[in-house]
């Protein structure tokens, strides 16, 4: 069964860059059948998609954080990142790492598979 | 505020049925249909229940059902149990700056 962990710091200062890691535990974020994203969640609030991505294909950001956000991945090692740069105590969050479901484009917000979450806290 | 809007709560006995909205607009809900359902417990990760409106993944429930009608989803809870119990989020596609939104969630108590 299918595994996803998150990983990073869980404070960071304003102005500072969130790095997060995604380790799935299976070969399949090199497969053209699933698209793996990012999701966010303030607490107290509801989810926010922050981007997905094919690993053969394109990435695909939230506009809202576009301007400074990356996401990549590393087959080799089965991980994939989330680079946020100059975060601000508005980015404090439980950040997920999920995987759509299979076959399916990243448009249908179909997570089906998701990690623990990690918490993220932004503040000087 | 979120782009998506739901009741902030909604209740029922347990065996009952409830339903729980999700209006949009034209430009999201009503413009596709990729609408997306989750459930979360307290401290957990979503669960995917509803998927493209009415499908649901493997393992879910046949309790759980989907509807869409215009500009508004729906998520339907039949027999509920207590184990019902959570936040329900709707998501859809938003064509007008695409994007996949989500909605300001539900919360069902079981009574």
């Known amino acids: 069964q299918l595994q996803l962990q998150e990983s990073g710091p869980g404070l960071l200062k304003p102005s500072e860059t969130l790095s997060l890691t995604c380790t799935v535990s299976?070969?399949?974020?090199?497969?053209?059948?699933?698209?793996w994203g990012w999701v966010r969640q303030p607490p107290g609030k509801g989810p926010e998609w922050i981007g997905s991505f094919l690993y053969s294909g394109s990435t695909y950001y939230n506009p809202s954080l576009e301007s400074r956000v990356t996401i990549s991945a590393d087959t080799s090692k089965k991980q994939y990142s989330l680079k946020l740069t100059s975060v601000s105590a508005a980015d404090t969050a439980v950040y997920y790492c999920?995987?759509?479901?299979?076959?399916?484009?990243?448009?249908?917000?179909?997570?089906?598979?998701w990690g623990q979450g990690t918490m993220v806290t932004v503040s000087s | 505020q979120s782009a998506l809007t739901q009741p902030a709560s909604v209740s029922g006995s347990p065996g009952q049925s409830i339903t729980i909205s999700c209006t949009g607009t034209?430009?999201?809900?009503?413009?596709?249909?990729?609408v997306s359902w989750y459930q979360q417990h307290p401290g957990k990760a979503p669960k995917l229940i509803i998927y493209d409106v009415s499908d649901r993944p493997s393992g879910v429930s046949i309790r759980f059902s989907g509807s869409k009608s215009g500009n508004t989803a729906s998520l339907t809870i039949s027999g509920l149990l207590a184990e019902d119990a959570a936040d329900y989020y709707c998501?859809?596609?938003?064509?007008?700056?695409?994007?996949?939104?989500f909605g300001g969630g539900t919360t069902l108590t079981v009574l």
């Open positions: 034209g430009s999201d809900i009503g413009g596709n249909n990729y």
């Open positions: 999920a995987r759509h479901v299979q076959g399916s484009g990243w448009y249908r917000g179909a997570f089906h598979v």
């Open positions: 998501t859809s596609y938003a064509i007008s700056n695409t994007r996949v939104v």
């Open positions: 299976d070969d399949s974020i090199g497969s053209s059948a699933f698209y």
